[in-house]
Nanobody, 122 residues
C-alpha cells in the first residue's frame, strides 16, 4: 500500500524558511518521479517542484531560485527547502508520486499525501 506523509509545515514570517519532508512507503521510491504541489483557498492546485528518478529537477517560475527539491533514496524521503518565503506562498502543500509523469499536471500523478499547511505572514 502506497503511503506518502508530509511534515514540516507551519507559520512563519515573510523572509523566513521552512523545510518540508515527505516520507514514502509501499513502492519502489527510487524509481518514481516525485513532485510538490500546493493549493491555496479558491485557487487551482499548482505544481511547483519536481525531481525525476535520476535526480533531474524542474521548478515553477513562482518558486524558482527560492525553493529547492531534493530526495534521499536511502531514506525514501522527499524534501522541499523553502526560502525566502513570501505571503503568496501560503497554501496547503502536497507531495505526489508517479512512475511516469513528472510535470505540473496534477491529475497525472497517481499517489498523494494528505498535505501540510504553510502560512506566511507579512
Amino acid at each position: 500500500q502506497v503511503q506518502l506523509a508530509e511534515s514540516g509545515g507551519g507559520s512563519v514570517q515573510a523572509g523566513g524558511s521552512l523545510r518540508l519532508s515527505c516520507a514514502a512507503s509501499g513502492y519502489t521510491y527510487s524509481s518514481y518521479c516525485m513532485g510538490w504541489f500546493r493549493q491555496a483557498p479558491g485557487k487551482e492546485r499548482e505544481g511547483i517542484a519536481f525531481i525525476t528518478a535520476d535526480g533531474s529537477t524542474n521548478y515553477a517560475d513562482s518558486v524558482k531560485g527560492r525553493f529547492t527539491i531534493s530526495r534521499d533514496n536511502a531514506k525514501n524521503t522527499l524534501y522541499l527547502q523553502m526560502n525566502p518565503l513570501k505571503p503568496e506562498d501560503t497554501a496547503m502543500y502536497y507531495c505526489a508520486a508517479d512512475r511516469y509523469a513528472c510535470g505540473p499536471i496534477w491529475y497525472q500523478f497517481d499517489y498523494w499525501g494528505q498535505g501540510t499547511q504553510v502560512t506566511v505572514s507579512s
